[in-house]
């Protein structure tokens, strides 16, 4: 052992033989300047330290001590290594921080993706909720067509997407889907507000503010209602919100998804369910190439439990909700 003193210049090291319990019996002998002291605060023997001891300085090829009147001495060399040793050590320590963090999402980011209509309306909620219960999480929400939103979800830009189902590819992965009705929108004090659901025949007089076709016609029920309608269709939007707007302002009468129909109540327009079954629906994706994180998962809970208030509050959603899991 090298507590004699001696050549201190040996051949160069071989740090890929260092064991971790080398490392911790030096730096408690660093610590506590006392073989004995070092075995007792690794709860060991004298003699596993002392033997600890000499096979890392077999290992390193130097000595690290010289035994001075009873002494411990840390060579110069031990006192450059022990550094080296505190600096390991710190970072195992911030990685622990790290990794606490990490668990307790108080670190990290969630990428969103949302098409307008839920843009507006669930995903605000949502956001609101997981924001409060980890401010730490930078969140960023992105508002695109659904296609668009799909391209990011599987070229890893964003964590989760909230699409309509016509852009789901092999390329993403469905987490969620649901499928809810198209509503019908008036103005305040329309004559058909005081009707309970709206029939095909009651829009054939009505000037209509159109989506644009793709919007009805992806379902049979909703093109035959498109080719019914077209000839009373003066305006064409290419977004709900935009239909309601021009509803609220008294323009004409409007078919669009129930959810922006709900954000724009306070506007000035009225709901009602339609006769016709034409469907709205919407899925939230991700890529099928890496696990949801935690916050993903976090997240997509919130976003359901928002989604389940507003179908209970709302009778014109609640009634025409069917979720579907894939």
């Not at 596993?48 to 001075?68: A, K, T």
């Amino acid at each position: 052992m090298a507590f004699t003193g001696g050549n201190r210049m040996h051949k160069p090291p071989k740090p890929d033989t260092i064991s971790t319990r080398q490392i911790e019996a030096f730096k408690a002998i660093m610590e506590t300047a006392s073989v004995t002291a070092a075995a007792a605060s690794m709860h060991v023997s004298q003699p596993s330290v002392s033997r600890l001891l000499r096979s890392l300085e077999e290992s390193i090829e130097f000595d690290l001590f010289e035994r001075r009147k009873g002494r411990l001495v840390p060579t110069p060399e031990a006192t450059l290594f022990y550094d080296e040793i505190q600096k390991y050590f710190r970072n195992v320590q911030r990685l622990a921080h790290t990794a606490a963090d990490i668990r307790a999402l108080a670190r990290g980011q969630l990428r969103l993706g949302a098409f307008i209509a839920l843009a507006i309306t669930i995903t605000p909620a949502a956001i609101k909720r997981f924001n409060s219960a980890h401010p730490q999480i930078h969140i960023s929400c992105t508002t695109a067509q659904s296609r668009q939103i799909a391209d990011l979800i599987s070229s890893r830009f964003a964590d989760l997407g909230i699409v309509d189902p016509i852009a789901v590819t092999s390329a993403v992965r469905v987490e969620r889907r649901w499928q809810f009705r198209c509503v019908c929108i008036m103005p305040e004090g329309h004559r058909l507000a005081s009707s309970e659901m709206i029939t095909t025949e009651q829009l054939l007089n009505e000037n209509m503010i159109g989506l644009e076709q793709g919007f009805l016609s992806r379902y049979a029920p909703g093109a035959e209602l498109y080719n019914a309608l077209s000839a009373r269709l003066r305006i064409q939007v290419h977004q709900s919100i935009a239909a309601c707007a021009l509803v609220a302002q008294g323009v004409g009468i409007a078919i669009v998804d129930p959810f922006t129909a709900k954000h724009c109540v306070p506007n000035g327009i009225v709901v009602r369910p339609l006769q016709v079954p034409i469907p709205f629906e919407m899925c939230i994706i991700s890529s099928p190439e890496t696990p949801l994180s935690v916050a993903a998962q976090q997240f997509l809970g919130m976003f359901e439990e928002e989604l389940n208030k507003v179908c209970q509050d709302v009778e014109y959603m609640t009634s025409y909700f069917t979720p579907e899991r894939s």
